[in-house]
């Protein structure tokens, strides 16, 4: 199992190689076999699955932080994968027609194939980091493919668009995931489901449930994470009708049903998946009517199916589990074929839009027939050879059902029906307006090219699926044993016992229910340049795409002004936020903690030179501020400087007395001779408050470094080691002066890095005085 | 004597963070000269002042002030005084090069 998630990712490697080196046959022919094979694998595991007997792999990664690649294939992620590979085989014939050998293949395919086998990985992972890794994955590919033409602006507008909206749900997704494998002390989904009550006892299992939740959202789009995907059409048409219909779209889905049996059943799951599910249906069917584009109408409509399945999904029944899988086949059955009819429209007649095309019937009349089952499937039309009719229906009497179950779905049951009605009128309504609007009536507008019908190797994707939705719209039980009861039964826990019957009887109020669809649809068909204009008032500004691109420039804006309030590229402010974060920290710590005590049995005693030139320094410290002269503030530098070499001498330290002399005296020589070239001294006086703050702050850390030292002073702890040194000093070192054995001997690292400073110091003055002054005379 | 001498301490950093707070870069290395005497009186007032004799050994004496802090200060006056020459002469190519030592008109453009 784990070489058929490999194998794309294997075949991603030398496409570019066949590309290079074998330039007489078109490089989607080479691969086709790839994801034909993977198909055929798991057509051969039908049997096995339907039986019971799931199959378990694992690959190991990081075993000791429990990643790994672990793979588990049961009757969803069978269904899964067989759509991924079997659509992902139909989508590479159908590109090797559509793509012409002077595209950049080498790049297409590259990422279409790391797409499959990112898919695979998704829906075939046990384990959440694997899962999560193979989740961003299709997140990056779908981003490069919808990028494919990245010459074009609105390309890499909707490839942008499509990354961040995904990337942020794939991030949430993580968090959830990190606190359900915390939880519950695993990483594999099964033992999670397993362990199912210890998640749902979990304080944090709201938290869990709306992080995954909007992970599934966004990969989904579900309102109001669906705009991307209108903006994801700039992608090409094989990739539109393999990632944003029938594949990725669904991880989302996926993920819901996957995680089905540890969220299910409960009210929160059943508000949210159902809620925002009938929103995304009512609203991307609403929505699909305005579009004038093909592939935009196909969008929408794609929005609003996920959100019908979305909402079965939170049912929590097991007819809704059945339903919802059944729909997932059909859905990606007809919206795989639409979507390849819309690419050959734009490719025989050089436009997708709507309002431009019309009566191509007798042009294109395969086209034309394989657009009608589409169309028909996808509005729920109650004939036997539409299969969109029969998840339909399931889903009308599911949501009747709802009655029955839980507190909180029964109080809301009524409104349900009635929001399933009104989202597959709309749903009916831009069927037949895509349908009838394409391939009736007359031509409008100058066609490009001269319409004709497509090659038949274009034809041969569509046709197979149309196939697929008439034999499924005929003979539906024929794919209900091998395949939709092994998946609802790895959704919901249990076996269905369901026998796909086509009409449920006449008194039956679902098929009620269809038929006031039909009837109002095709009322508001005819009628729908008369009541167009409520477009304008709905969604009007409550469109999330003004939301999404308010909120995207805004964080630039505010973003860059935060930044430009700080930085303000000011030595002074800078020097000001360190010194008052000093300040504030010290200060805090050294109150908070009782930091400060006093302690005055252990002071030196008072005498008075000492102090006398204390003073003297602190006058002249406080003077070198004042001095509006450069040589008086120079001089009065120093007398610091000497003061302190006077200082040293009273507290008898005779080596620091003569080094501070002679640098001193060093420092201010060094000063008397630059202070020619030196500009004179800034007079300008400064702003007032800036003034207050400098003193303010200097003021403060002038007081918070006496309180620290009188406090560090005051509470000595350990006796020095002073008396190591002076004994040993004469034994060890062989000197009699401490300080210089202590420089030399007992700690000569110290000094040989102070010599090396010194050493870079001069080597620094150097080359700053005497190369640039080389560049200037050059 | 330790609590004047830390007091004394204070003034200096209040002195030379004031001056590091100005717009001239002559101020600013007179700034760092005022803190790290600061600095250095600091050290030797937290080693405990007037504690005997100066640490050369002789015969008959027992006590000495602590060599250590005298020792750490050798070290940081040296390394203080390579900085500031260091300062000095990047303040003088500073001026040389763009005709101004204010820290203000020495922001750089917003592009670069």
């Known amino acids: 199992m784990q070489y058929a998630v490999l194998a794309p990712f294997l075949t991603a490697l030398v496409v570019p190689f066949l590309f290079r080196y074998i330039r007489a046959i078109h490089t989607g022919w080479l691969i086709l076999p790839i994801p034909f094979g993977i198909f055929t694998y798991f057509l051969s595991q039908l049997t096995n699955i339907s039986e019971g007997h799931n199959q378990h792999s694992m690959v190991q990664w990081v075993p000791s932080l429990g990643m790994n690649f672990s793979f588990y294939l049961d009757g969803l992620s069978l269904l899964f994968s067989l759509l991924i590979s079997g659509i992902g085989t139909l989508v590479v014939l159908y590109s090797i027609f559509y793509l012409d050998k002077n595209e950049k293949l080498h790049n297409f395919y590259v990422f279409l194939y790391i797409f499959m086998g990112a898919m695979l990985g998704v829906v075939l992972s046990d384990n959440i980091y694997a899962l999560y890794l193979f989740w961003e994955l299709t997140s990056i590919s779908s981003f490069l493919l919808i990028g494919y033409w990245y010459e074009r602006q609105a390309s890499r507008y909707g490839a942008l668009k499509s990354m961040i909206i995904t990337v942020l749900g794939g991030l949430s997704m993580l968090g959830g995931l990190i606190l359900l494998s915390i939880i519950t002390g695993t990483t594999s989904i099964r033992e999670m489901i397993a362990a199912s009550d210890t998640v749902l006892e979990s304080p944090y299992f709201t938290g869990i449930l709306v992080l995954i939740l909007l992970g599934a959202f966004t ?8 705009i991307w995907l209108p903006d994801a059409m700039e992608a090409p048409t094989p990739v539109s009708a393999f990632l944003h219909s029938a594949t990725m779209v669904k991880a ?8 089905f049996l540890l ?15 009938l929103l995304t249906l009512c609203w991307g069917s609403y929505m699909a009517v305005r579009q004038t584009d093909l592939k935009a109408i196909l969008a929408f409509s794609t929005i609003s199916q996920l959100g019908m399945i979305m909402t079965m999904l939170g049912f929590g029944t097991k007819e809704a589990a059945f339903a919802a899988v059944f729909h997932i086949f059909n859905h990606a059955t007809f919206k795989g074929s639409l979507f390849m009819v819309a690419g050959i429209v734009d490719h025989e007649t050089g436009t997708r839009d709507i309002r431009r095309l019309g009566g191509l019937m007798t042009l294109m009349p395969i086209s034309a027939t394989l657009a009608f089952f589409g169309a028909f499937s996808m509005a729920g039309v109650p004939l036997p050879i539409f299969n969109g009719f029969l998840s339909k229906e399931m889903f009308f009497k599911t949501s009747l059902d709802l009655e029955t179950t839980s507190t909180l779905a029964a109080s809301i049951a009524p409104f349900v029906p009635a929001l399933a009605v009104f989202g597959s009128i709309f749903t009916f309504v831009y069927s037949m307006y895509f349908f009838f609007h394409t391939f009736t009536g007359k031509t409008r507008g100058e066609l490009k090219v001269k319409p004709h019908e497509a090659p038949i190797g274009m034809l041969i994707s569509p046709i197979v699926l149309v196939l697929f939705v008439i034999i499924v719209g005929l ?31 006449f008194f039956e109020p679902a098929l009620y ?62 020097m000001l936020y360190i010194l008052i974060f000093i300040i504030g920290a010290t200060g805090v710590t050294l109150f908070v903690t009782d930091g400060f005590v006093i302690d005055t049995s252990d002071l030196a005693p008072i005498s008075w030179p000492e102090v006398a030139v ?21 001089l009065v530098l120093g007398i610091v400087g000497y003061g302190l070499s006077l200082l040293f001498v009273f507290f008898r330290a005779p080596d620091l007395a003569l080094t501070q002399l002679i640098v001193e005296t060093v420092t201010v020589a060094l000063f008397l001779l630059c202070f020619y070239h030196l500009p004179k001294l800034d007079t300008k006086k400064q702003p ?12 403060s850390v002038g007081v918070l470094v006496t ?34 054995v202590i420089l030399v001997d007992m700690r000569g690292l110290d000094t040989l890095f102070e010599i090396t400073v010194l050493g870079l110091a001069a080597l620094g003055i150097y080359a700053m005085i005497r190369l640039r002054d080389k560049e200037e005379m050059e | 004597m330790e609590i004047i001498m830390s007091i004394l301490a204070g003034i200096l950093f209040s002195a030379g963070v004031y001056l590091l707070l100005q717009r001239q870069l002559l101020k600013i290395v007179f700034g760092t000269a005022l803190l790290s005497h600061g600095a250095h009186l600091l050290i030797l007032t937290m080693g405990k002042l007037n504690r005997g004799a100066p640490p050369i050994l002789e015969e008959g004496i027992k006590d000495y002030t602590d060599p250590l802090p005298q020792a750490l200060i050798l070290t940081s006056i040296v390394i203080s005084f390579g900085v500031t020459s260091f300062l000095l002469v990047l303040a003088y190519r500073a001026y040389r090069t763009n005709k101004t030592d204010n820290m203000e008109q020495l922001r750089g453009s917003d592009h670069d």
């Open chain 1, 219 to 226: 990969k989904s789009a579900q309102f109001p994470f669906h």
């Open chain 1, 252 to 259: 989302g889905i996926y993920l819901t049903a996957r995680l």
């Open chain 1, 263 to 277: 969220f299910g059943g409960t009210d929160i799951f059943f508000v949210l998946v159902t809620g925002f599910g």
């Open chain 1, 475 to 505: 003979l539906p039980n024929m794919i209900n044993e091998p395949i939709l009861t092994p998946a609802t039964a790895a959704i919901y826990g249990e076996l269905p016992d369901k026998h796909i019957v086509f009409w449920h009887g």
């Open chain 1, 513 to 574: 229910m269809s038929m006031i669809v039909v009837a109002l649809g095709v009322i508001l068909f005819l009628t729908r340049t008369k009541w167009q204009s409520v477009y304008n008032w709905i969604p009007g500004v409550l469109s999330a795409n003004k939301t999404y691109d308010y909120l995207y420039n805004m964080q630039f804006r505010v973003s860059e002004k935060t930044t430009r309030t700080y930085m303000t590229g000011s030595i002074r402010h800078y």
């Open chain 1, 614 to 634: 204390g003073l003297v320094m602190a006058i002249a410290a406080i003077a070198t501020i004042l001095m509006k002269n450069r040589i008086a503030a120079i």
């Open chain 1, 688 to 699: 007032v408050g800036a003034k207050t703050l400098n003193i303010i702050v200097s003021v």
């Open chain 1, 707 to 740: 309180l620290v030292a009188i406090a560090s002073h005051s509470s000595k702890k350990f006796e020095t080691i002073a008396h190591y040194f002076i004994e040993e000093s004469h034994h060890l070192g062989g000197g009699n002066n401490v300080v210089n």
